[in-house]
């Protein structure tokens, strides 16, 4: 009867130790999993900025192709709707970096902050408003659109010759 029950007690002990190893197992296989999901989303914003920059990158060197992107608030001409394009490249470019991890929101801020000292991506910022205000309210590029257009704000009501301080930047 004692070897019986020894021989019950190893079985149990060996069932449980063998359910832990599966578990354990299964846990790394559910993050490999993920971390596969994650470097194919990646893989995909890339693919998808890569394709964003050759269409862009035709439409600057053709002002026929360039018309078929004028979708602006207001007119532009030829050489102001190339400038909207190369600064919508540059800002498309600063949203890619913050999707895929390689900018904070902090320093996409910062990075946005800089850009907007530039007149003619201001005036690409306010000429895409219309577009902005198509996105679904809770993306994050509506989000970032948000917190560029209140840095927009706050960076026209403060003294130009302090830029780099101007705005709070926000908390990842």
Known sequence: MAAGLGLVTGALAGLSAQRRALDSLRIRLEHLEEQVAHTHHHSNLANQQHLHWELLS????????AEVLDIF???????????YLFANALY????????IGNLSREE????VRGLLQNPVVKEYWFAT???RATLPEDSDEAELG?????LLRQLDDADGEEWWVVGE???D
């Open 129 to 131: 408003q219309g577009q």
């Open 73 to 83: 608030e207001v007119p532009a001409s030829p050489q102001k709707r190339r400038q």
């Open 169 to 171: 930047p926000p908390v």
């Open 108 to 111: 996409f801020f910062g990075r």
């Open 146 to 150: 948000r917190l560029v257009d209140d």
């Open 58 to 65: 035709k439409a600057i060197d053709s002002p026929e192709l």
């Open 92 to 99: 498309t470019n600063l949203l890619f970096y913050y999707r």
